[in-house]
């Protein structure tokens, strides 16, 4: 019963002040207690309208306060000079007016845990990193001359992106045209993809991030100068691509995607992030297309932390599975199938364990941000959005973040990859490189 008198309480103020929006209850929303609320502002306006609705609303009020509180301890009205919490996101409200009820300043006086858990059941983050967001891409997006307020837009599309809701049924929400949603969409995933990524997103080339990072990899692995891991992931489109030439887009999985890359660090934070390639790619292949390798293969990234191992400098390296080609710069598996000699099958252990922090941090990515477990946009669109969701991942996993259940996809069943011809320099190298460390690995391991 209580629930509907502040029902009827809350239409009743919100139709009060669309009829006369010259004065409103809420100017003086900042007192503790509803009681100190004064209808000066309501007896001073034109309208005969407020009158009449502050009555009724005060009736009501006062009925629903007498019926609360016979059923409450009078304790619970203590502490009357702390600021009133902002009102719960009534069901089916997602007007501005109701976003900024939730988002105004009296949110920081909620107990943290239960404000930070509203805020990520509605847009995928705590409301401190939403800030955060918010306050980086505030200026592009006033800039867009944009109608709709910088915060309430960002909110809008994280919810989309946390949820996987369509443009359509955004616009049913929100009482929006569909194009207005896959117009705001497209401005805040391209801005988080372009604006935020050169922040967010960095090859740890600092001599602090890498020391930190290669010895995070070498405490789960035992294996020295690991500075990420790398693995790729189809992301499922949720319609079929019709300009879809060989069936470039069917994914090993028996749909069309687009081909996510990444490189993870020891905290699962990713440090490259590259959308090229459609999902009937292979692995290897996509790697191969991507800034990262070329930038490997001139020796335009140089890790200054050198090591040696049995006679050999070991600069800082990633690993990957047999789906990606052995290099000095990047370690594969001796065999897929632990085939290969004791010192050898302890390498590749260990190996795929470090491997194992990338995989992880995909399923985090997915388990986040679901419109990537079926990625309701355009083609076109694909790229920006699914950067913009590692973007916003580095930034739950910077912020330590609760990490939700992790995303899994089918298990990955990818042949070796061939070494290309100008890449046997490399391989070279990257071969006597794997093989001292395989042994040194079993030495030190067996000595223990």
């Known amino acids: 019963m209580e629930e509907a008198f502040m029902a009827m309480l809350s239409h009743l103020l919100h139709l009060?002040?669309?009829?006369?929006?010259?004065?409103?209850?809420?100017?003086?929303?900042?007192?503790?207690?509803?009681?100190?609320?004064?209808?000066?502002?309501?007896?001073?306006?034109?309208?005969?309208?407020?009158?009449?609705?502050?009555?009724?609303?005060?009736?009501?009020?006062?009925?629903?306060?007498?019926?609360?509180?016979?059923?409450?301890?009078?304790?619970?009205?203590?502490?009357?000079?702390?600021?009133?919490?902002?009102?719960?996101?009534?069901?089916?409200?997602?007007?501005?007016?109701?976003?900024?009820?939730?988002?105004?300043?009296?949110?920081?006086?909620?107990?943290a845990p239960l404000r930070d858990a509203r805020w990520r059941s509605l847009y995928g983050l705590s409301y401190p990193v939403f800030t955060t967001v918010v306050d980086k891409l505030k200026p592009f997006i006033t800039a867009s001359n944009l109608s709709l307020p910088a915060d309430y837009a960002v909110a809008m599309v994280l919810s989309r992106l946390a949820h996987g809701c369509s443009a359509k049924t955004l616009a049913t929400r929100?009482?929006?045209?569909?194009?207005?949603?896959?117009?705001?969409?497209?401005?805040?995933?391209?801005?988080?993809?372009t604006k935020l990524y050169p922040e967010f997103i960095k090859i740890p080339v600092g001599k602090r991030r890498l020391i930190e990072t290669t010895q995070g990899f070498e405490e789960l692995t035992s294996l020295p100068n690991i500075c990420g891991a790398i693995d790729s992931t189809p992301v499922k489109l949720r319609r079929r691509t019709k300009l879809n030439p060989r069936n470039i887009y069917s994914c090993k999985y028996g749909y069309d995607a687009?081909?996510?890359?990444?490189?993870?660090?020891?905290?699962?934070?990713?440090?490259?992030?590259?959308?090229?390639?459609?999902?009937?790619?292979?692995?290897?292949?996509?790697?191969?297309?991507?800034?990262?390798?070329?930038?490997?293969?001139?020796?335009?990234?140089?890790?200054?932390?050198?090591?040696?191992?049995?006679?050999?400098?070991?600069?800082?390296y990633i690993v990957g599975d047999w789906c990606y080609p052995l290099l000095s710069f990047l370690m594969s598996p001796f065999s897929p199938n632990g085939s290969g000699s004791p010192p050898e099958n302890l390498f590749d252990g260990m190996l795929m364990k470090g491997r194992s922090v990338v995989v992880e941090a995909i399923g985090l990515l997915k388990a986040r941000w679901k419109i990537l477990q079926s990625l309701n946009v355009g083609v076109n669109h694909a790229p920006q959005t699914i950067v913009a969701c590692c973007v916003l991942h580095n930034l739950c996993q910077i912020a330590r973040e609760p990490e939700p259940e992790i995303w899994k996809d089918p298990d990955e069943a990818g042949t070796p990859a061939r070494v290309l011809e100008s890449e046997r320099q490399f391989y070279y190298y990257g071969e006597s490189l794997r093989q001292a460390l395989a042994e040194d690995l079993h030495q030190r391991l067996s000595s223990r």
């Open 16 to 111: 009060q002040n669309s009829l006369d929006p010259t004065s409103t209850v809420f100017s003086s929303a900042s007192t503790s207690s509803p009681s100190s609320t004064t209808p000066s502002s309501l007896l001073s306006s034109s309208s005969a309208a407020p009158l009449l609705f502050f009555t009724l609303a005060s009736l009501l009020s006062f009925l629903a306060v007498t019926r609360s509180s016979s059923s409450t301890n009078s304790g619970d009205s203590s502490s009357s000079n702390s600021p009133s919490p902002p009102p719960p996101l009534p069901d089916g409200d997602y007007s501005v007016a109701a976003f900024r009820a939730l988002a105004s300043d009296h949110i920081w006086a909620l107990d």
């Open 174 to 193: 929100y009482s929006l045209d569909p194009y207005l949603i896959s117009k705001i969409t497209n401005m805040v995933t391209r801005l988080l993809a």
């Open 258 to 316: 687009v081909l996510l890359q990444v490189v993870a660090d020891h905290k699962k934070i990713f440090w490259d992030v590259c959308v090229k390639a459609p999902g009937g790619e292979d692995d290897a292949s996509h790697f191969r297309d991507t800034l990262l390798y070329k930038r490997l293969t001139s020796g335009d990234i140089v890790w200054e932390k050198v090591i040696n191992v049995r006679g050999h400098h070991v600069r800082p």
